[in-house]
């Protein structure tokens, strides 16, 4: 009886048994339920990928930003306004379809900036950031995905990636409350995501959205 009921791998609910599912098979399910099609991209500007030449990160105040040449955004058409403000959405469905995290590492070589041995919690110096983030409709594909890293020297909050985080909430907060416009929020944080820095940091203290 033991073996059998290990055998069922389920949860005893109510009289009912409820079968526990790999959690790939629950986010294609999300995708599936919002008729999200995960490998679906649409570039801002179309480039070629790999680079034929080294990608040069440009500065905006005071932030490097990606190469639009190499990295100019990308959108996944299907995550529509509607999904993003449905609270049961979960962008894991469309997390790592398209692209494996070795072809997403290689971005470092793309920008010259040496892969980091030690890059986790407060010792995190660079992250493989989708500059349109998946939380306003981007797509999980090389050409939305850059590595951002720095500044040296300072707390992990500090570092570029985490200020973005706090842009990437803001601009998530403002399409879910109907507020800014989708197409606009996607090639506003394309273009530079450090005009809205400002706005974020007042609206999010420390990421966290009121």
Not at 5 to 26: D, E, K, M, T, Y
Not at 62 to 71: F, N, Q, Y
Not at 83 to 98: D, K, W
Not at 108 to 135: F, K, M, R
Request: net charge neutral; charged share 20%.
């Amino acid at each position: 009886m033991k073996r059998m009921a290990r055998a069922l791998s389920g949860v005893l609910l109510s009289g009912f048994i409820v079968c526990q599912q790999p959690a790939h098979a629950a986010d294609s399910g999300n995708c599936q339920a919002f008729k999200i099609v995960d490998t679906a991209s649409t570039p801002l500007q179309a480039v070629s990928l790999p680079p034929s030449k080294r990608c040069t990160a440009r500065m905006s105040n005071g932030v490097p930003l990606p190469d639009p040449s190499c990295t100019p955004g990308a959108i996944n058409p299907t995550l529509t306004v509607d999904v993003l403000q449905n609270p049961e959405f979960r962008t894991t469905c469309v997390r790592s379809q398209t692209t494996t995290e070795a072809q997403k590492a290689d971005t470092y070589a793309w920008y010259g900036t040496p892969h980091p041995t030690q890059n986790s919690g407060v010792t995190q110096t660079c992250e493989l950031d989708h500059l349109i983030s998946l939380e306003l409709g981007g797509a999980d594909t090389l050409d939305n995905i850059w590595p951002q890293c720095g500044p040296p020297g300072v707390v992990l909050v500090e570092r570029y990636f985490k200020q973005k985080d706090t842009v990437e909430n803001y601009l998530a907060k403002q399409i879910k409350d109907g507020v800014m416009d989708l197409s606009q929020v996607q090639k506003g944080i394309a273009q530079d995501w450090t005009q809205y820095l400002a706005e974020a940091k007042k609206a999010c203290p420390l990421g966290k959205c009121r």
